[in-house]
């Protein structure tokens, strides 16, 4: 079995699975061209296209990562070749951190207080009880059912919403296009994580955006093509020149989206002279809620590549529905 490597930290994951499988060639597509042909397994993260062009006898394609965007979009894929994702892998531990940090940022005042202490300003927030705090997550996949049922648990009311039907034990679940608009009347904080899919272009628009209760919440640690970017900037209102500061700076509500954390964008990095870096209701980060974990992701590369070389079926992605 040959297995081919593609990504920033190769050489580490060709050391750990070729510890792991003795019997493999594993090999690291950094090496040259003679070395590297006629792999049967890639195993890759955002894999170039000249890889596929020159590997044409893959016989199975594992994802170093869970969202599989980049892979299904590149244009040399391979039709036919079953392809495996990581499912949670460690992931959602992290992302759970990050939606959690996001969430109190607002329902705790963090954003309103970052304010008042540029204005030395020393003046108490009341409290919004947690019960009375609606988070919406969209997307219930591997990741977004442990994020919500984390936060149903931490007493927050949590609504979910998927493509199909779903069912989470302590979630109101929602789907369809329906589901959704009663879903987004309900949420304080909504939390998008869903896949990359021609589905969920957008699906952040004016229109969702305006379906949310004022002074309502995005927190994006997704992807970025779920969001219309000029129809955020849109409902977080104008950037007062002066001040630096959105318009209901105070405790006042305008009626507007109150701030956004965002982790993924359209484009990444996300460009210099995007509005949104310097917008002062929304808070950056580079994609980096939920690392993958090498060691809880190497067990599943390893349990999938066995199975493959057992003759045994894996469940793969779905590329018509794109995750
Ligand atoms: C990261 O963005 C992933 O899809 O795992």
Request: glycine residues 8%; aromatic residues 6%; charged residues 20%.
């Amino acid at each position: 079995m040959q297995i081919l490597i593609h990504s920033a930290d190769a050489e580490q994951w060709q050391t750990a699975i070729a510890k792991a499988l003795p019997t493999a060639t594993v090999i690291s597509s950094h090496v040259t061209l003679e070395a590297r042909h006629n792999a049967d397994y890639l195993v890759a993260w955002q894999p170039p296209g000249w890889l596929f062009e020159e590997q044409k006898g893959l016989k199975g394609i594992i994802n170093l990562g869970a969202g599989v965007d980049a892979l299904l979009n590149n244009p040399a894929l391979p039709a036919g070749v079953p392809i495996v994702k990581l499912r949670d892998a460690g992931m959602a531990d992290p992302m759970i951190d990050y939606v959690r940090y996001a969430v109190l940022h607002f329902q705790r005042d963090f954003d309103r207080y970052a304010r008042q202490q540029a204005r030395i300003q020393w003046q108490e927030q009341p409290l919004a009880p947690k019960a009375e705090w609606g988070i919406g997550v969209l997307g219930l996949g591997a990741i977004g059912a442990r994020v919500a049922q984390t936060l149903a648990a931490d007493g927050f009311p949590v609504h979910g919403w998927s493509r199909r039907p779903k069912a989470l034990d302590g979630i109101r679940c929602y789907h369809g296009e329906e589901g959704l608009a009663t879903l987004l009347g309900q949420v304080k904080s909504l939390v998008t994580l869903l896949p990359n899919t021609p589905a969920t272009r957008d699906i952040i628009n004016a229109e969702t955006l305006a379906a949310l209760p004022p002074g309502a919440s995005l927190i994006n640690p997704g992807r970025g093509s779920l969001i219309d970017e000029a129809a955020l900037l849109e409902a977080l209102g104008p950037v007062d020149a002066e001040t630096r500061s959105g318009k209901d700076d105070g405790n006042g509500d305008t009626g507007r989206l109150r701030g956004a954390v965002l982790d993924a964008f359209a484009y990444e990095p996300l460009p210099a002279d995007s509005p949104l870096w310097r917008h002062p209701r929304v808070l950056i980060t580079p994609h980096m809620a939920a690392p993958t974990p090498r060691d809880a992701a190497l067990e599943q590369v390893i349990d999938t590549l066995k199975a493959w070389q057992a003759g045994e079926q894996v469940p793969s992605v779905d590329p018509a529905a794109g995750y």
